[in-house]
């Protein structure tokens, strides 16, 4: 008998993996897989932790309260001169790929970062890479780094729709406390061993827009006044010694007469300088209004005396400021309600109600 190997034998002993790869395919395997269940080790403690939380915050909280937040004091600080351009105007909710969640519409100029690209802790005694904002992990003491996640024990979540702020603990922990569910972004559910019961009042993620409810309507009214009867204390320190006749009670209006507010439609670019003039422009560029006359109980500020081309009659272009309380000044519509008369709708602190500290 030939003791030669035949080709199949050949062919099986060629096949045959090297000892020493084989080792190292289950080694870089084993690896693998080790990096894989720690990953999900990490996730489920996370998801514990949330769990733990949601659980004492259920039977604890008082839903939709006030909390009596303060802002805190804006630091000094230096802006990144690729957003300098932006720091006066309104900051999105994204910077650089940086989601703002969290962050009241007027605090977001805050959120840029400076020219070393930090974002500077608002007790301004620390500064972090502007990426780890928001990345679930505290880094600021004050917990400023935080508004979007719960990660910072002392951190504050905005509710922008309402004008509301809640404590970080509330977010991402399966209830919805904003109407319109931002809290809840992550979309955590709560367990059903917690037996948690839905009502009219706690609502469980994942969560619906309800902001067009009744009562949300009204809960946000007062809470818009509410911010901007705070805020409007500064436009009567800054008027003051003013001319009441001309600027209001305590000169409340004279703040708006030292800025320019622009508003875009679909055909135009308006331009509101309280007391000075509005402007109009799109093909041409007309003076729609000029200087100013308050009537303060009916919270409007007449400018006559615009550009009269192409009006009837002589008649001249005018305007009519219609002052309507908020936190911010914003300039919300402007229409040719006639001819040659506009109509402005102007959101500002300077006409809301005094604050009396118990609101």
């Not at 004492?56 to 351009?85: C, L, W």
């Not at 790929?97 to 070393?116: E, F, M, Q």
């Not at 505290?138 to 024990?153: F, K, L, N, Q, W």
């Not at 399966?174 to 569910?181: A, E, F, Q």
Request: with cysteine; glycine share 8%; proline share 6%.
């Amino acid at each position: 008998m030939d003791d030669q190997p035949t080709q199949r034998q050949l062919r099986l002993m060629n096949g045959r993996s090297n000892p020493f790869q084989t080792f190292i395919a289950l080694l870089v395997t084993a690896v693998f897989f080790i990096l894989f269940q720690n990953q999900i080790l990490n996730n489920f403690q996370r998801h514990q932790a949330i769990m733990r939380n949601s659980g004492s915050e259920t039977h604890n909280k008082a839903k939709y309260g006030h909390h009596g937040f303060q802002a805190p004091a804006a630091p000094i600080r230096s802006v990144n001169p690729k957003f300098a351009q932006r720091f006066a105007t309104e900051i999105g909710i994204k910077v650089n790929g940086t989601l703002l969640r969290g962050v009241k519409k007027s605090d977001r100029k805050y959120y840029l970062p400076n020219a070393k690209f930090e974002f500077l802790c608002f007790d301004g005694n620390q500064s972090i890479p502007f990426q780890a904002v928001n990345n679930d992990y505290c880094d600021c003491v004050d917990g400023s780094d935080e508004p979007g996640t719960s990660a910072c024990p002392n951190g504050r979540f905005y509710c922008e729709p309402e004008h509301e702020y809640l404590p970080s603990s509330r977010v991402n922990d399966g209830i919805c406390d904003c109407c319109d569910g931002s809290d809840e972004w992550k979309g955590v559910t709560i367990s059903p061993d917690l037996n948690v019961p839905e009502t009219k009042k706690v609502r469980l993620a994942p969560c619906s827009d309800v902001c067009h409810d009744y009562e949300h309507e009204k809960r946000l009214e007062s809470n818009i006044k509410r911010e901007g009867s705070i805020a409007k204390k500064e436009y009567l320190d800054f008027g003051q010694g003013q001319d009441e006749e001309l600027y209001g009670k305590g000169g409340a209006y004279y703040k708006l007469s030292v800025k320019c507010y622009l508003y875009k439609s679909p055909g135009y670019v308006y331009t509101v300088c309280p007391y000075k003039n509005v402007t109009q422009d799109g093909k041409d560029h007309w003076v729609i209004g000029r200087g100013g006359e308050l009537d303060e109980d009916s919270g409007t500020l007449t400018m006559p005396g615009g550009d009269g081309d192409h009006c009837p009659n002589g008649k001249l272009r005018s305007s009519i400021v219609t002052f309507i309380c908020g936190p911010l000044d914003e300039v919300k519509y402007v229409s040719e309600k006639e001819t040659c008369v506009y109509s402005v709708k102007f959101v500002t602190p300077a006409v809301c109600p005094d604050f009396d500290g118990n609101r």
